[in-house]
């Protein structure tokens, strides 16, 4: 259920200023101008270029993890899947970005949204984890958001 894979390229960095103080989410607090330093968004993002790719979301199973229908998935293939990731999965041939999870001895690929079930994997299935999405990407304006 997803569109697009792209590979990571190396490119020219692109530093923006990265402010000293917090911005609070409570009570707002008083203003500073401090600037810390730049922050390049290829470094926060990419562990490894030649591992790490990018794929646009689609479907509402992961509303609960904040991850939308159109966001920005980062993918570091060279991360091992431990149980409590989301992963990029191909089960029996189709991808599809779930929750890594244990029950009764197996792995299930579960949803952040209940109206969707959990999919468990069984012998006869077969998984192969593409990688772990180590940052989800959304715009917050309400073009963005598709509204």
Excluded at 6 to 28: E, H, T
Excluded at 30 to 52: H, M
Excluded at 118 to 137: C, F, K, M, N, P
Aim: negative net charge; hydrophobic residues 45%.
């Amino acid at each position: 259920m997803y569109s697009l894979f792209i590979p990571a390229v190396p490119g020219k960095p692109c530093s923006v200023p990265l402010f000293f103080q917090s911005v609070r989410a409570g009570f707002p607090s008083p203003a500073a101008d401090y600037v810390e330093g730049g922050l390049d968004f290829n470094e926060l993002l990419i562990n490894d270029t030649a591992t790490t790719f990018v794929v646009r979301a689609e479907g509402e199973s992961m509303l609960g993890a904040g991850i939308f229908p159109g966001d920005l998935l980062v993918v570091d293939r060279s991360l091992v899947a431990r149980t409590g990731d989301i992963v990029i999965a191909a089960l029996d041939g189709e991808f599809t970005v779930k929750c890594l999870k244990r029950d009764e001895g197996h792995f299930v690929l579960a949803p952040e949204n209940p109206a969707y079930p959990v999919v468990r994997v069984d012998e006869a299935s077969e998984l192969s984890i593409w990688g772990v999405v180590t940052y989800v990407l959304h715009g917050l304006r309400a073009a963005e958001r598709g509204r």
